[in-house]
C-alpha cells in the first residue's frame, strides 16, 4: 500500500533547512539511493522547483545534509576525544561514538557514508570531513614513531575501518534483528572498543607492514 506523503509548512526564510530535514526523512523512510528532490519538495509542501533556488541539484542538497551529519559526528568524536584515560582508551571511545551515530542518526550515516559523493565537488562538506580525520589523527601522533602525522592517519584510517565494518553489521542485523535496540548497540560497542584496543596494541605490525 502506498505512504501518503506528508507536507508541512515551512516558514518563510527557512525553506533550505526544511528541505534538508525533509531530506533527512526520506533518506530514513525509502534509502538515500531512492532519495529525490522532487519528493522532498513535496514533502516540504513546495512547488517541485522551489528547491532550486537553494540547491543547484540532488548532488547539492544531499552535500548540504551531509555536511550537518559530518558535523554532528565530529562533535561526538570531540566528546569522545574528551574523556579521562589513555590515548588507547579514547580512540576507542571514538570508535564506539561512530557507531553509536550510525545507530541513532541512520539517516544522516547513509547520506554521509553512502551517497557516493564526490566530496571535493563540494567545499563545505570536504572541509567537514577533513575536520573529522585530522581530530582524530591529532589524537592519535603519541602512538605513532616519533608522532609522524603519517603513521597516525595511517592508524586513524585503519581505526575507521573497524568502525565502520562494525557500524554496517549492527545496521545489517549482525548483532540482533533489531539494529537500535539496547542489546544490538552494546554488542557492537563492545566489539568495536575491543577491536580498536587490539589495534593500537599491535600497531607496530601496521605501520612496518606499511612502510
Do not use: I, W
Amino acid at each position: 500500500m502506498a505512504t501518503k506523503t506528508r507536507a508541512r509548512p515551512y516558514h518563510h526564510g527557512d525553506l533550505r533547512e526544511a528541505l534538508v530535514e525533509a531530506t533527512f526523512e526520506l533518506v530514513q523512510e525509502k534509502g538515500v539511493h531512492a532519495f529525490s528532490v522532487a519528493e522532498a519538495a513535496r514533502r516540504t509542501g513546495v512547488s517541485a522547483g522551489a528547491p532550486y533556488r537553494h540547491f543547484a541539484d540532488r548532488g547539492e542538497l544531499l552535500a548540504e545534509a551531509a555536511t550537518r551529519a559530518a558535523e554532528e559526528l565530529r562533535a561526538r568524536f570531540a566528546a569522545a576525544l574528551d574523556t579521562p584515560g589513555n590515548v588507547a582508551g579514547r580512540l576507542a571511545a571514538a570508535a564506539v561514538a561512530y557507531v553509536r551515530f550510525a545507530a541513532e542518526r541512520r539517516a544522516m550515516f547513509e547520506v554521509l557514508f553512502g551517497a557516493g559523493l564526490e566530496k571535493a565537488r563540494y567545499p563545505r562538506l570536504e572541509e567537514a570531513t577533513y575536520g573529522l580525520l585530522a581530530d582524530l589523527v591529532e589524537a592519535a601522533l603519541p602512538l605513532a614513531p616519533g608522532r609522524d602525522p603519517q603513521a597516525a592517519a595511517s592508524l586513524v584510517l585503519a581505526m575507521g575501518g573497524l568502525a565502520q565494518g562494525h557500524a554496517t553489521l549492527l545496521l545489517d542485523h549482525a548483532f540482533g534483528t533489531d539494529a537500535q535496540s539496547v542489546s544490538a548497540v552494546e554488542e557492537a560497542e563492545l566489539r568495536v572498543a575491543a577491536a580498536t584496543r587490539a589495534l593500537v596494541r599491535g600497531r607496530s605490525v601496521l605501520f612496518s607492514e606499511l612502510g
